[in-house]
Structures are given as structure tokens and as C-alpha cells.
């Protein structure tokens, strides 16, 4: 009779990390941080099989948001919006498949309206 009892279930355990691990480093998503030499953050996304995929930001040197929108494999997709450096938004534009689609608002320091397009395939349609 023996001390040592043999319990083989970590292998398992051990094999399912692995294999979730490989699941992940191949699946070809990672997220993408950009620093800049001060080491301030200056965007942040996701790429997918070499495109950027998901909600990107980009932010300026302060801190504040830059831009920010969603890739669906490399193609703009939905609300877009620009800010300035104090943090308003400037301009706000909506796209489908990397054009603009909808309206486009560009605003003030305020963030009062100061031009309004429609736009449809990236052609304006109304003023």
C-alpha cells in the first residue's frame, strides 16, 4: 500500500488551459495599446486577422479622447465622433461599410451645431 496516491486529474486541467490558451493566441483578436514616448496612452483597439476590429480610441497627448468609432474588419461601422482637446465633441458622423451614411453633425468648442449633412455612400444628399 502506498502514501502517494496518484490523481492524474490535473493533466486534464492542465490540458484545458492549454488548449484555451491556444484557442485564444491563434484566434487572431488582440487588443492594441499605442503609447507615446512620454508614455501617455494614444489609442487603443482591437485587431482581427490584421484588421482593426471593434471600438477603437484615440486620445491626445492630455488624456483626453481624440476620436472614437467601432471597425468591423477594417470598415468604419456606426457613430464616429471627434472631440477636441478640452474633451467636447466637434464633430459626430455616422458610417456603414467605411462610408458615411446618415447624418453628420459638426459643432462648436460649445458643442453648439454649427453644419448639419446628410450624407448617403459618402455623397451629400442634403444640406
Not at 485564444?24 to 494614444?42: A, H, M, W
Not at 483626453?64 to 468591423?72: A, L, Q, R, S, T
Amino acid at each position: 500500500m502506498s502514501i502517494f496516491k496518484y490523481n492524474s486529474k490535473h493533466k486534464i486541467i492542465t490540458g484545458i488551459i492549454v488548449i484555451l490558451w491556444a484557442v485564444y493566441s491563434f484566434s487572431g483578436g488582440r487588443e492594441t495599446n499605442i503609447y507615446g514616448n512620454k508614455g501617455e496612452l494614444l489609442q487603443v483597439g482591437n485587431i482581427k486577422d490584421g484588421k482593426n476590429h471593434g471600438k477603437w480610441i484615440w486620445y491626445y497627448e492630455n488624456g483626453n479622447k481624440k476620436m472614437e468609432g467601432v471597425f468591423n474588419m477594417g470598415m468604419r461601422e456606426g457613430e464616429w465622433l471627434t472631440y477636441n482637446q478640452k474633451g467636447k465633441i466637434v464633430s459626430k458622423s455616422h458610417y456603414e461599410n467605411d462610408k458615411l451614411n446618415g447624418v453628420s453633425l459638426t459643432m462648436d468648442h460649445d458643442g453648439n451645431v454649427i453644419e448639419k449633412k446628410v450624407y448617403e455612400n459618402d455623397e451629400v444628399v442634403t444640406l
